[in-house]
């Protein structure tokens, strides 16, 4: 089917916008398309796409919600077995905190050291309180420690330390030829051992 342009526009002339009534079909049927899909597109912009953007918004917080009802239902159906983890970290925690010296035990430790220092063979040239240094939950107290003896006693000291019953790490190594007498060695290292914070405050 053949549309003739010209006469097709021919029908838009001279209209009269008080008597709608008689305008040709076409340009009834040309118009009422025309105002629908300006309804349709109003509606649209105006009613349906906030509506839209609503619904992928609550689609989105339900994924949410339901992974959270998913987390929480977890936590509930093992409450039990979370108390006790939660007990069991508390007593472990309280545990640790037993192996911190506390302030009237801290000298007692230098003595320790001077014996585990003494019994594995060793002489010592320096052993000394630096300065406390503050943490975020616990207080460093770093003790010098210069000792002079052989690799084996060396060894055997460090293994005593680490059995101390007292929480006590070994840094900074280092390691020389006695200057006095070389068939020893000379061992520079920095001692440190915690306070917990809270019960200082307490």
């Given at each position: ?7 097709f526009l ?91 010296p506390e ?100």
């Open positions: 089917m053949k549309i003739d342009l010209a006469q021919e029908q838009f002339e001279g209209l009269d916008s008080e008597n709608i009534g008689q305008w040709p079909k076409t340009v009834k049927i040309v118009l009422a398309t025309f105002l629908g899909i300006i309804v349709i597109a109003l509606g649209y912009f105006l009613l349906i796409s906030d509506n839209i953007d609503l619904l992928f918004a609550t689609e989105e917080e339900e994924i949410t919600l339901k992974r959270q009802y998913e987390i929480k239902y977890h936590v509930a159906a093992n409450l039990e077995l979370f108390q006790q983890q939660m007990k069991d970290a508390e007593a472990l925690f309280a545990n640790q905190l037993k192996s911190l302030s009237h035990e801290t000298p007692g430790l230098l003595d320790d050291i001077t014996f585990v220092g003494t019994t594995s063979g060793l002489r010592f040239v320096k052993l000394n309180w630096q300065p406390e240094i503050t943490r975020e939950i616990y207080i460093e107290l770093p003790i010098d420690i210069e000792v002079v003896g052989t690799y084996h006693e060396f060894g055997d000291f460090v293994s005593k330390i680490a059995g101390l019953p007292r929480i006590v790490t070994l840094h900074d190594f280092d390691i020389d030829i006695n200057r006095v007498d070389n068939s020893l060695l000379s061992l520079k290292l920095q001692a440190k051992t915690y306070r917990y914070r809270e019960a200082e405050e307490k």
